[in-house]
């Protein structure tokens, strides 16, 4: 059966010789299996080919909308002063103003536009902003429906956590998890994202910690990921210390991808010189 | 209409081939630098604009079309006869004539080189219609877990090793999960009566 598979694959990766593909072709026009099972594998590839083609989309969203934001502040930079034309016969006398009134004016005009940058800035370059553009949800499934012996308060939580998005209820029922429980990791790595949902960051780095001092971890889970994700949560709860540039740094140089290069990306973002301008 | 974009049409048929990291790493690069080139972005805007469509529509087609390009060039339907450019704005022409058939524009304005294709390259990619497309997301939905990540990384050519470098598990691990993972999506296919008579139809 393995081959079966193995030469159907072969054949849709247009990997088979001349002569495999004559032979492959031939079964398959008398074997209505055969038939089936390429077209289930067709439809396979089609499926996955959507969830690429969704990737793409959202980060071609992400490029174009970066390119429209660097063309506007292009166009704005190189717009051509309009020569202002003024009908002389026409024209009222100039109230007078004051220097102090006109100074008063432009510092209110500068405040606004201070105020209203600031709140920009702090929504788009806040550590808590960052920490959220980049965060990875977490993934489920792994043991999910497993043995008989998953504790009642697993379950629970899993459900608030997954179904419900109740995260205090989720907290509550994963805290329940003992130590000795075969969950207890898993139960902490939900824990760790339960508590970044409810923008409880301190708490979320912790846990994500404590998950990846373990040297085994359930097979659905990625160490990266966790990794990257509690760089996050440290980063919003305002701990960006030594350790977090190490840790962060690890990642941008050694790391795999794709977290490499979000963490490259992450600290071009720190580093934005609108960083300086929120809070 | 010239873009600058860091692959010749050698080196991008050459990562395809590659696939895995080289592919993916090809696709980023070209496709980000074609979302930014400007010359692109003006050419589509106004054919766009000069049948029937405004400025949003050509943005939405833009994103649709560039995402689409993703998948030919992964699926090889891209054989290196016009400039990747080019090819890009051939998707574009053929998605936006189809949008003009389905909204009753008068297609008059089409001319010849519209309708032409790019070459011999194969613009449509896709061997099911758009509406099976859009029913099969629903069974991709289904897919929970550590399994999109695993499927992906398979879709894309990378081997065992890499996924396992990916994902954080050793090599044997990535090849049980990815297969597990298949035959999960394949499960989830046959099982819907909708697709069993699609795979006879197929047949």
């Known amino acids: 059966m393995k081959d079966f598979f193995t030469q159907i694959d072969a054949y849709l990766d247009e990997e088979l010789s001349a002569e495999e593909r004559t032979e492959f072709e031939s079964a398959l026009a008398q074997d209505v299996q055969l038939q089936e099972e390429l077209n289930t594998h067709r439809l396979e590839r089609e499926a996955v080919l959507l969830m690429l083609q969704q990737d793409f989309k959202t980060k071609i969203k992400t490029w174009r909308a970066e390119e429209s934001q660097e063309s506007t502040s292009t166009t704005q930079a190189e717009a051509p002063k309009e020569a202002k034309v003024v009908d002389l016969q026409k024209k009222t006398p100039a109230k007078r103003v004051s220097l102090i009134r006109r100074l008063s004016i432009a510092a209110s005009l500068l405040l606004l536009i201070g105020f209203g940058a600031s709140i920009w800035n702090g929504q788009n370059y806040s550590n808590s902003a960052l920490a959220d553009n980049y965060y990875m949800l977490a993934d489920t499934g792994g043991d999910k429906g497993g043995t008989a012996s998953v504790e009642a308060d697993f379950q629970t939580g899993l459900t608030a956590f997954v179904n419900e998005k109740n995260y205090t209820r989720a907290i509550a029922a994963f805290e329940k998890i003992p130590t000795n429980s075969p969950q207890y990791i898993e139960a902490q790595y939900y824990l760790g994202h339960a508590f970044y949902q409810s923008k409880n960051y301190n708490e979320a780095a912790k846990k994500f910690e404590m998950v990846l001092s373990n040297d085994s971890l359930p097979a659905f889970l990625n160490r990266t990921k966790i990794e990257w994700n509690q760089i996050l949560a440290l980063l919003a709860a305002g701990q960006t210390d030594a350790t977090f540039e190490q840790k962060l740094n690890k990642i941008a140089t050694d790391g795999q991808a794709p977290f490499k290069q979000k963490a490259q990306e992450l600290q071009t973002e720190m580093n934005s010189i609108w960083r300086n301008f929120s809070f | ?203």
């Open chain 2, 1 to 203: 209409m010239k873009c600058p974009i860091s692959y010749s049409k050698a080196e991008i048929l050459e990562a395809v081939e590659s696939k895995g990291a080289t592919l993916q790493k090809m696709l980023n690069t070209v496709i980000k630098e074609l979302c930014q080139c400007r010359a692109f972005d003006g050419t589509v805007k106004s054919f766009v604009r000069a049948r029937g469509g405004n400025t949003e529509d050509a943005e939405d087609l833009i994103q649709e079309s560039l995402s689409q390009l993703a998948i030919s060039l992964m699926t090889k339907k891209y054989k290196g006869d016009s400039s990747i450019e080019n090819y890009a704005f051939g998707i574009c022409k053929f998605k936006w004539m189809n949008v003009m058939t389905k909204r009753g524009i008068d297609t008059v304005g089409i001319t010849d080189d519209d309708k032409e294709k790019v070459g011999t390259d194969d613009i449509e990619g896709s061997f099911i219609s758009e509406e099976t497309k859009s029913s099969l997301w629903s069974v991709v939905s289904k897919v929970s877990g550590h399994c999109p990540q695993y499927l992906k990384l398979w879709a894309q050519g990378f081997s065992h090793r890499e996924i396992g470098e990916q994902m954080d598990v050793t090599e044997k691990r990535a090849r049980k999960n990815t297969s597990e993972c298949r035959k999960r999506l394949r499960d989830l296919i046959s099982a819907n009566p909708q697709y069993k008579n699609m795979i006879q139809a197929f047949a």
